[in-house]
């Protein structure tokens, strides 16, 4: 086998002057994804996206595009009735610009939401379901005919609230029980009839009690939306996976086809892999998280309504789980949850994903 360093030195010294991460060998995980009728992409934001290796690196890798915080409700109107969507409208048309499918990531969330909201929300059912509307309609308006795929509600679902039905006591649930899903649901097809409409979440991946619950709940929840004509048509699997929670492909392969018994097609809207609880040893840790990421992607694609695999981010240099507290390694080391490392170069997560998609079945 030639050394990566002598095939480099073959190709002259054009070839060794490019930047490392350029040297990548084509395609990239979005044509292999291509290849079974599947999308894959990534969250990003403006900022990343204005680095040109980064940039460089997302056209490589990426068929989609998700703004990682740029849609929610704190950052897209911050102020009352004041949408500001120059955030987002960056990320669309990067998405546009380059041939990228766009998601819209999340109009209805109970976190990152504005003071001014959560007052209007808490002033009653009227006031609630008025700005639930506004919101949906505002926002779906703007990027009607880019995003093809919308997190209408994102997250109502948490057993820690101790309800037999396992709903989350967000505010919208407060004000207007689970009838703020279906408001929402209805005014989102009615501003955009061709968007696909998800409810996204977390916590049904893993083959551990409390995702036991969780999974109870989704599952309970979307047969009653669908049972009341709620327009709800995908489900969004966030797949924030832990390298060492335990992981059962038939338990969560059986998830999967209850899902899609419902009628609804699936997406991977969030995956990345939290290895807090892995040694320091990058090789240990990029292994785990490769093999874990196969194990999981293999049981998502073989069922067949699993559409699209989005990564939370697409490289370790940018990843909120070495940022945001609470999910950080104790050793102060970045977190390597992300197909690219930190200079953009393939890991073992990368190949683990193409090898995932390349044994996968076409999609029609
Ligand atoms: O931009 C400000 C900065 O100006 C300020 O100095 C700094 C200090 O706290 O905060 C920065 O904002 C942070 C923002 O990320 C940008 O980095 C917010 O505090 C922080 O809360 C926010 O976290 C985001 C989180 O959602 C909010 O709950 C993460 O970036 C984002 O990756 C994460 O994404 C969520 C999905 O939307 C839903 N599913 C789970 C997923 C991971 O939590």
Request: include cysteine; proline fraction near 5%.
């Amino acid at each position: 086998m030639p050394t990566r360093r002598k095939v480099l030195a073959g190709l002259g010294a054009a070839a060794l002057a490019r930047p490392l991460a350029a040297a990548e060998d084509a395609p990239g995980l979005g044509a292999l994804a291509a290849a079974r009728g599947l999308i894959y992409g990534a969250a990003a934001g403006p900022a990343q996206l204005a680095d040109a290796d980064f940039a460089a690196a997302f056209r490589r890798e990426c068929a989609g595009l998700v703004g990682e915080n740029d849609f929610k409700w704190s950052v897209s109107e911050p102020a009352p009735d004041r949408p500001a969507f120059a955030r987002a409208d960056t990320v669309a048309d990067f998405a546009m610009a380059n041939g990228m499918k766009l998601r819209g990531h999340t109009m209805i969330w109970h976190e990152q939401l504005p003071a001014w909201v959560a007052e209007r929300i808490a002033s009653g059912a009227a006031g609630a379901e008025a700005a639930i509307r506004a919101r949906v309609a505002g926002i779906g308006a703007r990027y009607r005919g880019r995003v093809f795929s919308w997190d209408v509600v994102n997250e109502a679902i948490n057993g820690a609230d101790r309800r037999p039905d396992r709903m989350r006591m967000s505010p919208f649930f407060t004000a207007l029980g689970e009838r703020f899903l279906d408001v929402a649901f209805h005014a989102a097809r009615e501003i955009d009839p061709s968007a696909h409409l998800a409810y996204n979440d977390f916590g049904v991946e893993h083959a551990i009690p409390w995702q036991d619950g969780h999974r109870i709940g989704v599952l309970r929840l979307l047969e009653r939306l669908r049972t009341r004509g709620v327009p709800v048509d995908t489900l969004g699997i966030q797949a924030h996976l832990r390298a060492d929670w335990a992981f059962d492909e038939a338990v969560f392969a059986r998830f999967l086809r209850e899902v899609a018994s419902l009628g609804l097609r699936i997406e991977i809207t969030e995956l990345d892999v939290d290895d807090r609880a892995l040694p320091a040893d990058a090789g240990v840790r990029d292994a785990a998280v490769a093999s874990l990421t196969r194990r999981f992607l293999d049981v998502a694609l073989a069922e067949r309504q699993v559409r699209t695999v989005f990564t939370w981010g697409l490289s370790d240099r940018h990843s909120w789980l070495s940022t945001f507290p609470g999910r950080q390694r104790a050793d102060g080391s970045r977190q390597r949850g992300l197909p690219l490392d930190e200079a953009f170069a393939r890991k073992p997560m990368w190949h683990a994903m193409a090898a995932s998609f390349r044994a996968a079945p076409s999609r029609g």
